[in-house]
């Protein structure tokens, strides 16, 4: 069983940064960890994962080269530093975590969630 807790969620201009933290609880030393997000009237989409053992770090295209997801073992927390954020980032961002040492970029392969943390980007 893990716990998920999402914290950092705000509200920043365009172009500015936000950090969110997701706070684990449980079996987490074998699982991956993901970044999630869903808009309004939208499907939950990929954002970015990592894996416990290796940091092996995975983005999807439309975040790369601008959002930085990494992991702090020995506190159970998983970031994700976000900048140059866009309006087009706005959503509720979720942490998922899944009992799989593979990376997956679908949310129904994810196993816990978090209740997901608000970040709205101003133009």
């Known amino acids: 069983q893990v716990q998920l807790a999402e914290s950092g969620g705000g509200l920043v201009q365009a172009g500015g940064s936000l950090r969110l933290s997701c706070a684990a609880s449980?079996?987490?030393?074998?699982?991956?960890m993901g970044w999630f997000r869903q808009a309004p009237g939208k499907e939950r989409e990929f954002v970015a994962a990592i894996r416990w053992s290796t940091s092996s770090t995975y983005y999807a295209d439309s975040v790369k080269g601008r959002f930085t997801i990494s992991r702090d073992n020995a506190k159970n927390m998983v970031y994700l530093q976000m900048s140059s954020l866009k309006p087009e980032d706005t959503a509720v961002y979720y942490c998922?975590?899944?009992?799989?040492?593979?990376?997956?970029?679908?949310?129904?392969?994810?196993?816990?969630w978090g209740q997901g943390t608000q970040v709205t980007v101003s133009s």
């Open positions: 449980g079996r987490t030393f074998s699982y991956v």
């Open positions: 998922g975590s899944r009992r799989s040492y593979s990376p997956s970029y679908y949310p129904n392969e994810y196993d816990y």
